[in-house]
């Protein structure tokens, strides 16, 4: 059993750096990419994994790992199946939120914005950059889908990889990106004591970035 005792023997206390508004980039892409940048050189693990939180017809939330892609004017590009759940979330409700973790730096970036699809032609490019293996998943798998036994999941991948026995694999039309464009991007830097440093940057009505410390 877990106990609460040993979840309090984890507590870590963060000491690695502060926060300023003087350090701050004026605009959130461009903070964005100085800390990118800074846990691709620590390195950080798969520093391009953050989680995707959607909301169903309900309200209810979910969360799951995406690799990030890109990130530009636009906002934060990511590709899926369009009929998984979260797609199929995304297509009732166009909002999202996205938070990146990098403990070695001890460093969340949250982001909330609205979302929309990327161009098919986009969507095309960067599936042909990917693996032949991973081309062949993505009409492999009915995303999100209950199956019989990971039997019925190989035997798709065989059927599959005798359609397209040659390295041209086509882009599923089920299968795309999506952008997030951000309306509030929160950068945190852990402090001792658990007095964080929390910047937010939010939109005004004129589309300007307002940037404001958060109390921790």
């Given amino acids: 059993m877990l106990k609460t005792g040993s979840l309090a023997d984890l507590r870590r206390d963060y000491t690695l750096a502060g926060l300023r508004r003087a350090d701050l980039a004026p605009t959130p892409l461009a903070q964005f990419h100085h ?58 409700n166009p909002r999202a939120a996205l938070v990146f973790f990098w403990p070695q730096l001890e460093r969340q970036i949250c982001v909330s914005g609205q979302v929309t699809r990327v161009s098919a032609e986009e969507s095309t490019a960067y599936f042909n950059s990917r693996p032949r293996g991973s081309r062949l998943a993505a009409w492999t798998s009915s995303q999100s889908e209950a199956i019989a036994d990971r039997a019925a999941l190989e035997e798709r991948l065989r059927e599959i990889t005798e359609k397209y026995p040659d390295e041209e694999v086509a882009r599923p039309p089920h299968w795309g990106g999506y952008c997030l464009a951000p309306a509030r991007v929160e950068f945190w830097q852990g402090r001792p004591n658990r007095l964080h440093d929390r910047f937010q940057y939010r939109k005004d009505p004129t589309g300007e970035w307002i940037i404001e410390r958060l109390s921790p």
């Fill in 35 to 92: 800390w990118f940048d800074q846990a691709v050189a620590a390195p950080v693990p798969e520093p391009n994994a953050m989680t995707l939180a959607t909301t169903d017809t309900a309200g209810q939330p979910s969360a799951r790992i995406v690799l990030l892609k890109a990130a530009d004017e636009r906002g934060f590009v990511f590709f899926t199946n369009y009929d998984s759940r979260k797609g199929r979330e995304l297509t009732h």
